[in-house]
């Protein structure tokens, strides 16, 4: 038989794709026969191209095989030390109310999160559990929303470890928002990778919060996915809140499947982490539906936060808006790609998306690339992009009024991310967003 | 008894060209001087560099305010001070209400000079009494800083401010430019509110229109970044029968 050699499988691999595969094949991961074709199929996928690098286009700004240069041992599951050290994580909210769901180290732990008293309609169970007895909302969705091809998202694929399974039933209206705690507690780099299922159906409701954060200079890896369906009429809000330690790498994926008349708000706030990729997928497949995709990312030292973002109009009459900004400091750097789609039957699509980014140093670096593919006649797109320092006039006309040149600026920075965080609906989601921007504008020098 | 400010020779430019050429000029608490002259005489570019603004270099002279230096103090610190320019053109910040905005601008004074913070009570209940007495829309308020503000009511805010600012020297920038009658009058009503034996002020017009509703104790006039002229009241009065040609061929 000839053998054949592409050009991707020639190259020689790197050491991070090398240990990738050796812990592939080591890893003991939940669930049946049936789940271990799904990884091995996504590990298969992801070898065959390997990490992404600047040549393919939608890792272009954030070339994922020269940043990343090792991968990581698998977190072992988490003991007594890492479950006490886990304790108050998540302190970021603690006025929020709502239900709190613990995971520490890529492990679901129930002891630590707050089951009692749950809502009729509401069902959670960890992602770990659901693979292993063969749940079968599952084996229905998981994976199979939308069609992604994405190296990160076939490696969480992979390797998912834990996460959680959350189903809204009809019409139900959860008030309480529920909130995803991931804390990483390991000093020395692990890596952990995550995968929930979130279905909500029609005409149900769901607050969905996700944090992240880990123990400063830990080198750690994390590898998020979560995978939502926003049934007809219902509604998601979704806010991903990312203050991963200042060594962390932290890649996720968010993948959203809009019905007729559903609504999806979602807000991405990013603060901390070496190395943050949030990508998100919309595919708005049923008529009437609206998606708003928001981002806010505060940036200092030699952080570098990428979102990219692709909405698929597949279904007419849709809506969607994505507002994203990035305040950089030092040498920081922002990358912004949104690609929108609409498709042939799509028509009376109504889609805006803008990107702006305020430098506060002459070293830090926004990159911004919009992309419209239009295949319908009768709609409304537009997309604009800035890139600008503090406007000079704004700060003397608040010095003038006796306001410090630092408070001054603090006020205007505040300002540009209040467009953001403003959006969201849930007034103490705002409040601590807003505490969290006053608290970074604090530790600027 | 020292002058409440005392500008000496001043001398500035923007953008490296010289605009104020040897500037004196000296104000007393109590005293109202209107500074007129014609366009491009130096009359924002002096409230400019009284206020501090980066880019207004001052090349000579000096400014004593109370007997100190201005001139090395920052903006914020003028105003701390006690000095205050109500702007031209007031500018629009989105995003900051306009609440937020008064209350960290009073605190960061008061802070600066060693005064206790007013509450947030204190603040919305005086902000809301001013803002009575200007007429004002209390919705103006909620709104972020002058957004969608029209000329009549950034004006009118920039009086609120100064109003509850209490500066001892207010700098007013062609506080009539924009305005109708109305507001006019209710503008000047509220700096003639401000009027005191302890504040001295400077009123920057183009027209003599402002000064039947501020009645200046002094006026100047202003020629190529000097002070030509300076008489009483009716100096104002002669200047809108004659015109600024004179002075204008005198500077030349």
Not at chain 2, 19 to 25: C, D, F, H, R, S
Not at chain 2, 65 to 83: I, K, Q
Request: with cysteine; proline share 5%; net charge negative.
């Amino acid at each position: 038989m000839a053998q054949i050699f592409p050009a991707e499988q020639a190259r020689r691999k790197t050491g991070a794709e090398l240990a990738l595969a050796d812990i592939f094949a080591a890893a003991k991961l939940p669930g049946d026969l049936r789940v271990k074709a799904v990884r091995t199929a996504a590990f298969s996928e992801f070898a065959a191209n390997g990490l992404p690098h600047r040549r393919i286009e939608t890792w272009k700004y954030t070339d994922l095989r020269n940043l990343m240069r090792d991968a990581k041992p698998l977190a072992p599951p988490p003991d007594a030390t890492a479950k006490a050290s886990a304790k108050n994580a998540g302190a970021l909210f603690p006025q929020t109310g709502g239900r709190r769901l613990l995971f520490v180290d890529g492990a679901f732990v129930p002891q630590l999160s707050d089951l009692s008293d749950m809502p009729a309609g509401l069902e959670i169970c960890s992602m770990a559990e659901a693979l292993a007895s063969g749940d079968p909302l599952t084996a229905r969705h998981l994976g199979k929303l939308l069609p992604v091809r994405d190296p990160a998202l076939s490696l969480n694929t992979a390797l998912m470890g834990d996460g959680v399974v959350i189903h809204v039933a009809a019409n139900t209206i959860i008030a309480e928002p529920l909130i995803l705690v991931f804390v990483t507690t390991s000093g020395s780099g692990t890596a952990t990778f995550m995968r929930s299922l979130v279905v909500v159906e029609p005409g149900a409701q769901l607050t969905l919060i996700e944090s992240y954060e880990g123990p400063d200079k830990s080198d750690y890896q994390v590898n998020a996915a979560v995978e939502i369906s926003v049934g007809e009429g219902s509604r998601v809000d979704h806010v991903k809140v990312t203050c991963e330690g200042s060594a962390a790498l932290h890649v996720a994926s968010v993948l959203a499947a809009l019905d007729a008349r559903a609504q999806f708000n979602d807000c991405y706030y990013t603060i901390g982490g070496s190395l943050v990729r949030n990508q998100v997928f919309v595919r708005i497949a049923g008529e009437g539906a609206s998606a708003s995709i928001s981002g806010a990312s505060l940036l200092s030292g030699k952080q570098h936060a990428d979102s990219t973002l692709s909405i698929d109009h597949v279904a007419g009459g849709c809506q969607s808006r994505e507002v994203f900004k990035s305040v950089l400091d030092d040498e920081a750097r922002a990358v912004f790609q949104g690609r929108i789609k609409v498709q042939p039957h799509a028509q009376k699509t109504d889609a805006r998306m803008m990107s702006r980014a305020l430098l506060l140093s002459d070293t830090a670096e926004a990159s911004s690339k919009p992309e419209l593919e239009i295949f319908a006649d009768d709609v409304q797109c537009g997309h604009g992009t800035t890139t600008g320092a503090l406007d000079p006039e704004l700060k003397f006309y608040l010095m003038a009024r006796g306001v410090p040149e630092k408070d001054a600026e603090a006020l205007l920075i505040q300002a540009f991310i209040g467009e953001v965080v403003d959006g969201i609906d849930h007034e103490n989601i705002r409040d601590v967003l807003t505490e969290a921007t006053a608290g970074w504008l604090r530790e600027r020098k | 008894m020292t002058a409440l400010l005392e500008i000496r020779d001043l001398q500035a430019e923007v953008a490296g060209k010289q605009i104020l050429k040897g500037l004196t000029l000296t104000v007393n608490a109590g005293e109202v001087h209107a500074i007129m002259g014609p366009n491009g005489a130096g009359k924002s570019t002096l409230s400019y560099v009284l206020a501090g603004k980066p880019g207004y270099e001052v090349t000579g002279g000096e400014v004593l305010f109370n007997g100190v230096d201005m001139l090395s103090l920052s903006p914020d610190e003028r105003a701390a001070a006690g000095t205050f320019l109500a702007f031209q053109y007031p500018l629009e910040i989105p995003g900051v209400a306009t609440m937020t905005f008064l209350r960290t601008a009073m605190n960061a004074q008061r802070k600066k000079r060693g005064e206790p913070e007013l509450s947030s009570p204190d603040l919305i209940k005086r902000v809301r009494e001013i803002g009575d007495q200007l007429g004002m829309n209390p919705d103006m308020l909620k709104r972020p800083v002058n957004v969608g503000f029209s000329g009549g009511e950034k004006k009118r805010a920039e009086t609120l401010q100064m109003m509850l600012l209490e500066p001892k020297l207010c700098v007013l920038d062609e506080t009539d430019s924009g305005l109708d009658i109305d507001a006019l009058k209710i503008v000047a009503n509220g700096v003639n509110y401000m009027r005191s034996p302890e504040r001295g002020m400077i009123v920057i017009t183009h027209y003599q229109r402002l000064l039947d509703y501020i009645v200046p104790d002094v006026v100047h006039v202003l020629s190529a970044g000097k002070v030509v002229r300076t008489g009483g009241k009716e100096l104002a009065l002669e200047l809108e029968a004659t015109g600024y040609a004179q002075y204008l061929n005198e500077a030349a």
